[in-house]
């Protein structure tokens, strides 16, 4: 029993340091190769969003709005991917360790 809550113990301590590193990890959509990008944690906390001048037009606000969400969504994407990095082998380690939480 001893040796299960010792193993417990390293696993939240493996998790709360995934937990910091995704919380200061950067990742960065775009959209319109390059014309807007977003840079946001992979724990998805926005921290820039770029639009290059040459994409603003008056005329078509809805271009503009598309790449925006694109960005977003991209950004999006690589942060639950680096998460999933992160966090996925420790979650099936907590599964394989213990019966039932797989």
Do not use: C, H
Not at 2 to 11: G, K, P
Not at 28 to 41: D, K, S, Y
């Amino acid at each position: 029993m001893q040796a299960i809550l010792q193993q417990a113990q390293v696993m939240q301590q493996q998790l709360l340091a995934a937990q910091a590193e995704l919380a200061e990890a950067e990742v960065t959509g775009q959209a319109g190769n390059g014309l807007v990008t977003v840079t946001m944690t992979a724990a998805q906390e926005v921290r820039s969003v770029a639009i290059d001048p040459k994409v603003v037009d008056p005329e078509d606000v809805e271009t503009l709005q598309d790449l925006v969400v694109g960005a977003f969504q991209d950004a999006a994407r690589k942060a639950a991917e680096l998460q999933q990095q992160k966090m996925g082998p420790l979650a099936s380690a907590l599964g394989g360790g213990f019966p039932g939480l797989g």
